[in-house]
């Protein structure tokens, strides 16, 4: 008997399994989105009030009204037929919002850019706060250094974060008579540029910092607890044996391995862009998606609240997808 | 084999604790054993009674804590490696002393190529060219017996066989051709047919190269190939050493004699194999006086109070067990 060695490689390269990946993936999420479609569709529409109800005491609701504001938006009609009229005239760009009847995804897309600065900020000091903190606290576990990030962390998850909005705000206001409330100081309109520039940083500033607080605790301990597990694995013992730096042992042998689970929560965030700082926007009175997503269920305003629905998750598709391809790139044991 | 000059490592009367919720396990208890220049050397005893341990203190890859050493010493070429300091000792890790670990399958880094950890075996101790990088790990890798070695370089770990990663662990230890090389079981994790491969892949490179080896392992069996020396632990300390022949044919302590009545190939076919009643300690809760004397069929009553010492055969032959060497404790 004899053995042969087996040196063939798989016949399909990775370049063509990565592309099917992406088409069947594409084709899996487009049915996805199909049944959530009908389901947030069902969720609104059955549940209790009615556009047509929202103010029965206002005098002019006469049963006149209410039944030709019914007709209008098709409310008379059956769901199926009420259906597919929204989802043609969202995928054809024509929705209208029923409060204003403004197009629906105009008035998304100029919320969508209020909010997008408040995101990146907020994204970028989580991230770049909670990974040197949680590595270190793994590196020096149960030193001075873990102990105190510990003790922050946990006190900045129980503060709740209205409570916490006010004390920054007071301390901002009184200790550097700054305006912190709103998009810009009103009226600030025609001063000189490095003005402006500064109202808008310190604006922009205080909510992005306290959105990122629950996230720098949360993630930091995340970070921490997995590179302590990774620290742990036999291969950083290998390396350590070899002769590795300790240095080098930390930031190249067990973070490259710590960090893969990170990978798949940068996809995710991606659907924070809706509904992740409600709160936020409403404390500091900020012109984000959160506010008017809110202000539409309010207002029983069906196109706003279906679409914004809608776009997040397409946002939640799309993070996982993203995910799924950082995976790919990062961890070679990864078989599509 | 005189004693002298050739003596590359020697470990004396090293002590190893470990301080676990209040209790104290002490897994090294004062062990002792030497390895010469060009040597096979085995270090034979069951889970748990400090082998392990008492390697990885050589190469200071103890955490401490929990890990106390709490005395004794481990002399390379006459320096005392427990006095060294961390960047010494990274020097010694891999360049002089390497090892190579028990779990094949989980001792290679996951998102690093065969070829990366090689070269980074080669690369932490000594300045090379790219080029001379690649020539080297692909000689390396050959020398281990892996097929196709220019091909490996590319591979990740999870592309080989629990057999192929333990052969890059190898191949990895011996990059800077260490004097000595500590195997921690290497096979144990291993098919028995891969098992024999690895074994005689560890003779050969030994003889070629000259190497010293210090082989760790639960297996009696596996070591009668290929060791010069066998130390037998137990519990924490050395229970038995001598040359293999002797371990073999002439054992002298009931621990060993227990040991190589369980070899299967000694038993006779359709005969019950041998065992040894009971486990070994809990290095927290040993018992007093000889640690082997609740499993002892020999034991007499001193044997609970009084630890042993060691009783010298000749020739290097020591057995801690008065009752056989005198019959009365």
Same mark, same amino acid.
């Given at each position: 008997?004899?053995?042969?060695?087996?040196?063939?490689?798989?016949?399909?390269?990775?370049?063509?399994?990565?592309?099917?990946?992406?088409?069947?993936?594409?084709?899996?999420?487009?049915?996805?989105?199909?049944?959530?479609?009908?389901?947030?569709?069902?969720?609104?529409?059955?549940?209790?009030?009615?556009?047509?109800?929202?103010?029965?005491?206002?005098?002019?609701?006469?049963?006149?009204?209410?039944?030709?504001?019914?007709?209008?938006?098709?409310?008379?009609?059956?769901?199926?037929?009420?259906?597919?009229?929204?989802?043609?005239?969202?995928?054809?760009?024509?929705?209208?919002?029923?409060?204003?009847?403004?197009?629906?995804?105009?008035?998304?897309?100029?919320?969508?850019?209020?909010?997008?600065?408040?995101?990146?900020?907020?994204?970028?000091?989580?991230?770049?706060?909670?990974?040197?903190?949680?590595?270190?606290?793994?590196?020096?576990?149960?030193?001075?250094?873990?102990?105190?990030?510990?003790?922050?962390?946990?006190?900045?998850?129980?503060?709740?974060?209205?409570?916490?909005?006010?004390?920054?705000?007071?301390?901002?206001?009184?200790?550097?008579?700054?305006?912190?409330?709103?998009?810009?100081?009103?009226?600030?309109?025609?001063?000189?540029?490095?003005?402006?520039?500064?109202?808008?940083?310190?604006?922009?500033?205080?909510?992005?910092?306290?959105?990122?607080?629950?996230?720098?605790?949360?993630?930091?301990?995340?970070?921490?607890?997995?590179?302590?597990?990774?620290?742990?694995?036999?291969?950083?013992?290998?390396?350590?044996?070899?002769?590795?730096?300790?240095?080098?042992?930390?930031?190249?042998?067990?973070?490259?391995?710590?960090?893969?689970?990170?990978?798949?929560?940068?996809?995710?965030?991606?659907?924070?862009?809706?509904?992740?700082?409600?709160?936020?926007?409403?404390?500091?009175?900020?012109?984000?998606?959160?506010?008017?997503?809110?202000?539409?269920?309010?207002?029983?305003?069906?196109?706003?609240?279906?679409?914004?629905?809608?776009?997040?998750?397409?946002?939640?598709?799309?993070?996982?997808?993203?995910?799924?391809?950082?995976?790919?790139?990062?961890?070679?044991?990864?078989?599509? | 084999?005189?004693?002298?000059?050739?003596?590359?490592?020697? /470990?004396?009367?090293?002590?190893?604790?470990?301080? #676990?919720? @209040? !209790?104290?396990? %002490?897994?090294?208890?004062? $062990?002792?054993?030497?390895?010469?220049?060009?040597?096979?050397?085995?270090?034979?005893?069951?889970?748990?009674?400090?082998?392990?341990?008492?390697?990885?203190?050589?190469?200071?890859?103890?955490?401490?804590?929990?890990?106390?050493?709490?005395?004794?010493?481990?002399?390379?070429?006459?320096?005392?490696?427990?006095?060294?300091?961390?960047?010494?000792?990274?020097?010694?890790?891999?360049?002089?002393?390497?090892?190579?670990?028990?779990?094949?399958?989980?001792?290679?880094?996951?998102?690093?190529?065969?070829?990366?950890?090689?070269?980074?075996?080669?690369? /932490?101790?000594?300045?090379?060219?790219?080029?001379? #990088?690649? @020539? !080297?790990?692909? %000689?390396?890798?050959?020398? $281990?017996?892996?097929?196709?070695?220019?091909?490996?370089?590319?591979?990740?770990?999870?592309?080989?066989?629990?057999?192929?990663?333990?052969?890059?662990?190898?191949?990895?230890?011996?990059?800077?051709?260490?004097?000595?090389?500590?195997?921690?079981?290497?096979?144990?994790?291993?098919?028995?047919?891969?098992?024999?491969?690895?074994?005689?892949?560890?003779?050969?490179?030994?003889?070629?190269?000259?190497?010293?080896?210090?082989?760790?392992?639960?297996?009696?069996?596996?070591?009668?190939?290929?060791?010069?020396?066998?130390?037998?632990?137990?519990?924490?300390?050395?229970?038995?050493?001598?040359?293999?022949?002797?371990?073999?044919?002439?054992?002298?302590?009931?621990?060993?004699?227990?040991?190589?009545?369980?070899?299967?190939?000694?038993?006779?076919?359709?005969?019950?194999?041998?065992?040894?009643?009971?486990?070994?300690?809990?290095?927290?809760?040993?018992?007093?006086?000889?640690?082997?004397?609740?499993?002892?069929?020999?034991?007499?009553?001193?044997?609970?109070?009084?630890?042993?010492?060691?009783?010298?055969?000749?020739?290097?032959?020591?057995?801690?067990?008065?009752?056989?060497?005198?019959?009365?404790?």
């Amino acid at each position: 008997m004899r053995f042969v060695h087996s040196t063939t490689r798989p016949s399909r390269k990775r370049e063509d399994t990565v592309l099917s990946f992406i088409g069947r993936s594409v084709i899996q999420k487009t049915i996805t989105l199909f049944f959530v479609s009908i389901v947030s569709f069902l969720i609104i529409h059955l549940a209790p009030g009615e556009p047509s109800q929202v103010d029965p005491l206002n005098p002019k609701f006469t049963p006149e009204m209410v039944e030709r504001f019914r007709k209008e938006f098709h409310l008379d009609e059956p769901l199926h037929i009420q259906y597919t009229y929204f989802y043609r005239d969202l995928l054809t760009g024509k929705t209208v919002s029923w409060k204003d009847n403004q197009s629906v995804l105009g008035k998304i897309w100029e919320r969508f850019l209020n909010s997008l600065p408040l995101f990146i900020v907020g994204t970028i000091i989580t991230w770049t706060l909670s990974f040197p903190v949680g590595i270190r606290s793994a590196i020096f576990r149960g030193g001075l250094y873990d102990r105190n990030a510990t003790f922050f962390s946990y006190l900045l998850i129980s503060i709740p974060g209205f409570f916490f909005a006010y004390i920054l705000i007071i301390f901002v206001v009184t200790q550097f008579h700054v305006p912190v409330i709103g998009l810009k100081t009103f009226g600030i309109g025609d001063a000189a540029w490095p003005r402006l520039f500064m109202d808008r940083v310190w604006h922009l500033l205080l909510p992005s910092i306290l959105g990122a607080t629950g996230g720098i605790a949360i993630l930091s301990r995340y970070v921490r607890s997995q590179m302590l597990e990774v620290e742990g694995q036999d291969y950083v013992r290998t390396a350590r044996a070899k002769g590795v730096p300790e240095e080098q042992v930390h930031y190249k042998h067990a973070l490259r391995n710590a960090l893969l689970p990170f990978v798949t929560m940068f996809g995710l965030i991606l659907p924070g862009l809706i509904g992740g700082s409600v709160i936020i926007e409403s404390i500091f009175s900020w012109p984000g998606m959160g506010r008017m997503a809110f202000e539409a269920i309010l207002a029983r305003d069906y196109p706003v609240i279906l679409t914004v629905n809608f776009i997040s998750a397409v946002l939640v598709l799309a993070g996982t997808f993203v995910s799924d391809l950082l995976y790919l790139v990062v961890d070679p044991r990864i078989r599509l | 084999m005189d004693n002298g000059k050739d003596i590359l490592l020697s /470990v004396q009367d090293l002590k190893v604790y470990f301080h #676990l919720n @209040q !209790r104290l396990a %002490q897994a090294v208890d004062g $062990v002792s054993y030497e390895v010469r220049k060009g040597e096979t050397v085995c270090l034979v005893g069951e889970s748990g009674c400090g082998k392990t341990v008492s390697a990885l203190t050589t190469l200071g890859l103890i955490p401490q804590p929990p890990g106390e050493i709490a005395g004794g010493q481990v002399l390379f070429k006459g320096q005392n490696l427990l006095d060294l300091g961390d960047d010494e000792m990274q020097k010694i890790r891999g360049n002089h002393i390497a090892m190579v670990f028990q779990e094949p399958m989980t001792s290679l880094n996951p998102v690093f190529t065969v070829g990366d950890q090689v070269q980074e075996a080669i690369m /932490v101790h000594e300045k090379v060219s790219k080029t001379e #990088l690649r @020539q !080297r790990s692909v %000689q390396l890798l050959e020398d $281990v017996g892996l097929p196709a070695p220019e091909e490996r370089l590319a591979d990740y770990p999870h592309q080989l066989s629990g057999g192929q990663r333990q052969r890059v662990m190898i191949a990895m230890a011996l990059a800077c051709n260490p004097e000595v090389v500590i195997a921690d079981e290497p096979t144990t994790a291993l098919d028995v047919t891969i098992q024999a491969q690895i074994l005689n892949l560890f003779g050969e490179l030994q003889r070629e190269r000259d190497l010293s080896l210090l082989y760790i392992t639960h297996d009696l069996g596996v070591v009668a190939n290929i060791a010069d020396r066998i130390y037998i632990m137990y519990a924490g300390i050395i229970v038995e050493q001598g040359s293999a022949p002797e371990i073999f044919h002439d054992p002298r302590h009931p621990y060993t004699q227990g040991l190589l009545a369980s070899l299967p190939n000694r038993a006779k076919r359709g005969a019950r194999l041998h065992s040894i009643p009971g486990t070994v300690p809990d290095p927290a809760y040993k018992p007093g006086g000889c640690p082997f004397h609740p499993r002892c069929n020999l034991a007499i009553e001193t044997c609970q109070s009084r630890f042993p010492e060691m009783c010298d055969y000749g020739n290097g032959h020591q057995s801690r067990c008065p009752v056989l060497y005198d019959g009365n404790g």
